[in-house]
């Protein structure tokens, strides 16, 4: 199970966020993902990290 899974489960299960950074290889970038727990289900929040990560 990816680390990625895991993070949404966790907000699932404990109904705590979570945060982690991964890459795409899709749109070639680094992205900061924060995940929330909300009425609905999850809202994700994705950052662009790229240029902090070539420095």
Do not use: C, H
């Not at 966790?10 to 890459?23: D, K, P, T």
């Not at 727990?37 to 994700?44: A, R």
């Amino acid at each position: 199970m990816s680390n990625s899974k895991k993070a949404y489960e966790l907000v699932f299960q404990e109904n705590q966020s979570q945060y982690f950074e991964a890459f795409d290889s899709w749109i070639n970038k680094w992205l900061e993902v924060t995940i929330y727990p909300s009425q609905g289900g999850l809202s994700v929040i994705l950052k662009d990290i790229t240029s902090k990560k070539r420095i």
